[in-house]
């Protein structure tokens, strides 16, 4: 098993485990290649959920340029949903898994089709 593998099998884990969602590995294994080498590195590969500067480059970068979504107090909205969802006091929010969960709260899905 590949690294990558590995780190999708831990992902939708964490899907399951924290998140109390059933994943669709299709769609966890294109969120998790559309994050790059990102998730091979330690720091990068996690999102500092309380750094209102991080918050909001995953809206800018991920949400705004990645999804095409418009600005708006609804992005703020999810992302905060997200993060609860996976659990606040969870040290280690995965990237890809939040992006996944982000993703599917928006419906799009097809980004990655």
Avoid: W
């Avoid at 590995?6 to 769609?27: N, V």
């Avoid at 095409?68 to 996976?86: F, H, N, R, W």
């Amino acid at each position: 098993m590949s690294k990558r593998d590995e780190l999708i099998e831990q992902y939708a884990d964490d899907l399951r485990s924290k998140c109390g969602m059933s994943p669709d590995m299709d769609l966890l294994r294109k969120v998790t290649i559309g994050c790059g080498p990102s998730i091979y590195n330690a720091d990068a590969s996690t999102v500092a959920s309380s750094d209102p500067e991080e918050l909001e480059r995953i809206k800018k970068n991920f949400l705004m340029k990645k999804l095409g979504l418009g600005d708006g107090p609804q992005l703020d909205e999810a992302i905060d949903s997200v993060i609860t969802t996976y659990g606040k006091s969870n040290r280690n929010k995965y990237r890809a898994v939040v992006y996944y969960m982000l993703a599917k709260h928006f419906k799009k899905e097809a980004v990655y089709g």
